[in-house]
Nanobody, 120 residues
Framework: QVQLVESGGGLVQSGGSLRLSCAAC????????MAWYCQGPGKQRELVAS???????IYIDSGKGRFAISRDNAKNTVFLQMNSLNPEDTAVYYC??????????????WGQGTQVTVSS
C-alpha cells in the first residue's frame, strides 16, 4: 500500500509563509513526478507546482516568484515553500505523485489534503 502523508498547513496572516511537506510511504521502486495541487472554495482542483527529476519545475502563474517546490529523493518527500501568501491562496492543498510499484508500472497517488487559510 502506498500513501502520501502531508503536513504543514494551517492559518497564516497575509504576507506570511508556510512550508508544506509530503512523504511517500509504502513499498515502491521509484517516484517520477511529485506535485502540489490546490482546490479553493467552489473552485476546481488546479496544479500549483510540480517537480520531475531531470526535467525541472513547473509553477502556476500566480505562484511564480512566491512559491518554490523541492524534493528530497532519499526521503521520498516533496516540499512546497509558500511566501507572500494572500487570501486568494486559501485552499486545500493536495500532494500528488506518480509512483512506480513495479518496473514499468506507474500509478498516480493523492494525499488527503491539508488546509491552508490566509487571513487578511
Amino acid at each position: 500500500q502506498v500513501q502520501l502523508v502531508e503536513s504543514g498547513g494551517g492559518l497564516v496572516q497575509s504576507g506570511g509563509s508556510l512550508r508544506l511537506s509530503c512523504a511517500a510511504c509504502g513499498r515502491f521502486f521509484s517516484i517520477r513526478t511529485m506535485a502540489w495541487y490546490c482546490q479553493g472554495p467552489g473552485k476546481q482542483r488546479e496544479l500549483v507546482a510540480s517537480i520531475t527529476s531531470g526535467t525541472g519545475e513547473i509553477y502556476i502563474d500566480s505562484g511564480k516568484g512566491r512559491f518554490a517546490i523541492s524534493r528530497d529523493n532519499a526521503k521520498n518527500t516533496v516540499f512546497l515553500q509558500m511566501n507572500s501568501l494572500n487570501p486568494e491562496d486559501t485552499a486545500v492543498y493536495y500532494c500528488n505523485a506518480e509512483i512506480g510499484r513495479t518496473l514499468g508500472t506507474w500509478a498516480e497517488y493523492w494525499g488527503q489534503g491539508t488546509q491552508v487559510t490566509v487571513s487578511s
